[in-house]
């Protein structure tokens, strides 16, 4: 069964103080993994597309790694906009559906 | 460029009364549209999608239906909305490199 499963749930950071969120998911073949920030009331607003093991993304402080098993979301020296629910979804390639894990909240504190 | 509207925002329904969500796309043919729900603190759970004009395919079962009457329009709705309907309820439609690209959502109140 495709799974994606996502940790920390909750994470508090003093701004500045880099870290990571993991997610990890099994597929039955990967299209593609994707990362997704969502704020409050808000729809997902779409950061990364992964494709293959070893491929790294860039976006300011946000820098999205992928193995074979997980991907994570590193972040560097947070500020306190960067606060925020953030999504990981695998796409399968035999479905093409978005399989969604559950979310991190990141919250960062000034 | 392609933008996904979807309202109302907001909406506080009784038990037991009629729903309809609408959601259209613009500037792209025929996309395959998902419905989404995200209940407080979990993550999203596809309900429904279409790949064409009158096609739908149902995730889960449930108290909900879908319907696409045009091709950049995907309606969700409900004859009889129960408590457990509650939720935040999110239209997507699928790109190419962006997986899904959604819309703002409508966060839906069974009282």
């Known amino acids: 069964e495709d799974q994606v499963t996502q940790s920390p749930e909750a994470l508090r950071l003093q701004e500045g103080e880099s870290s990571s969120l993991n997610c990890s998911y099994t597929?039955?073949?990967?299209?593609?993994l994707f990362w997704y920030r969502q704020d409050p009331g808000k729809g997902p607003e779409f950061l990364f597309t992964?494709?293959?093991a070893g491929e790294e993304k860039e976006k300011e402080r946000l820098k999205a790694t992928l193995t074979k098993k997980e991907s994570f979301l590193h972040i560097t020296a947070p500020k306190p906009e960067d606060s925020a629910t953030y999504l990981c979804?695998?796409?399968?390639?035999?479905?093409?559906?978005?399989?969604f894990g559950q979310g991190t909240t990141l919250q960062v504190k000034p | 460029s392609q933008t996904i509207h979807q309202w109302p925002a907001t909406l506080v329904q009784p038990v037991g009364s009629p729903l309809s969500l609408e959601c259209t796309v613009e500037?792209?043919?025929?996309?395959?549209l998902y419905w989404y729900r995200q209940a407080a603190g979990r993550g999203l759970q596809l309900l429904f999608y279409?790949?064409?004009?009158?096609?739908i395919s149902s995730e889960v079962p449930q108290n909900l239906s879908a319907s696409r009457p045009q091709d950049r329009q995907f309606i969700l709705s409900s004859k009889k909305l129960l408590l457990s309907d509650s939720g935040f309820y999110l239209c997507?439609?699928?790109?190419?490199?962006?997986?899904?690209?959604f819309g703002s959502g409508t966060r839906l109140t069974v009282v």
């Open positions: 997507a439609w699928s790109g190419t490199s962006y997986g899904y690209t």
């Open positions: 597929v039955s073949g990967l299209r593609g």
């Open positions: 992964l494709y293959s």
């Open positions: 979804a695998v796409q399968a390639s035999n479905t093409g559906k978005l399989i």
């Open positions: 500037g792209t043919s025929n996309p395959n």
């Open positions: 279409s790949v064409g004009i009158g096609q």
